[in-house]
T-cell receptor, first 112, second 114 residues
Framework: DAGVTQSPTHLIKTRGQQVTLRCSPK?????VSWYQQALGQGPQFIFQ???????QRGNFPDRFSGHQFPNYSSELNVNALLLGDSALYLC???????????FGPGTRLTVL | GENVEQHPSTLSVQEGDSAVIKCTYS??????FPWYKQELGKRPQLIID?????GEKKDQRIAVTLNKTAKHFSLHITETQPEDSAVYFC?????????????FGKGTHLIIQP
């Protein structure tokens, strides 16, 4: 039974570019949440997807957008990258009925 | 929105001793309080969680207590071992389990001294 997977592992972009990160949830899970973790900080909630719709959103600008596919996998898109977007991006999968959120290994994004 | 404060930021204990990490939250409507362990370069791992209808929960050497009136919760690790060294995060959300986004504390770096 595969756990949560994310791709790519690392990514380097320049300011102003756009990036897409991918997440496959744990088998049987239907909900994907995305978090941004700056160095030395706790994860910050970006948004959550369930039934292919954004269900909840944290305090992030609309440069951050996402998508969930019928197979429950999800993408996080960030437009017009800023230096401050450099961070570890984590996705977490869960059941909407409440099982706890389980994290993937993350994608390390560096913006130059 | 919810705000979670976590203390201390660094905790050093002798191997075999107990460690306690404390968190406070601001939103009295929060109902779910998980704890995560993150080793260097790895993903956060859910180690224990508690819902607001329970005051205490134990899992082997780990326990979590919740005081809803005071809006604080704590992680207790007994008989600490070298493999307990990591950064620990507390979190809170309105709904139980995976149904809501989590608000995290800033983390506690736990160091187990041999």
């Amino acid at each position: 039974d595969a756990g949560v997977t994310q791709s790519p592992t690392h990514l380097i972009k320049t300011r102003g570019q756009q990036v897409t990160l991918r997440c496959s949830p744990k088998s049987g899970h239907d909900t994907v949440s995305w978090y941004q973790q700056a160095l030395g900080q706790g994860p910050q909630f970006i948004f959550q997807y369930y039934e292919e719709e954004e269900r909840q959103r944290g305090n992030f600008p609309d440069r951050f957008s996402g998508h969930q596919f019928p197979n429950y996998s999800s993408e996080l898109n960030v437009n017009a990258l800023l230096l401050g977007d450099s961070a570890l991006y984590l996705c977490a999968s869960s059941l909407i009925t409440g099982t706890g959120q389980f994290f993937g290994p993350g994608t390390r994004l560096t913006v130059l | 929105g919810e705000n979670v404060e976590q203390h201390p930021s660094t905790l050093s204990v002798q191997e075999g001793d107990s460690a306690v990490i404390k968190c406070t939250y601001s939103d009295s409507a929060s109902n779910y309080f998980p704890w995560y362990k993150q080793e260097l370069g790895k993903r956060p791992q859910l180690i224990i969680d508690i819902r607001s209808n329970v005051g205490e929960k134990k899992d082997q050497r780990i326990a979590v207590t919740l005081n809803k009136t005071a809006k604080h919760f704590s992680l207790h690790i007994t008989e600490t071992q070298p493999e307990d060294s990591a950064v620990y995060f507390c979190a809170a959300s309105l709904a139980g389990g995976g149904a809501d986004g989590l608000t995290f504390g800033k983390g506690t770096h736990l160091i187990i001294q041999p």
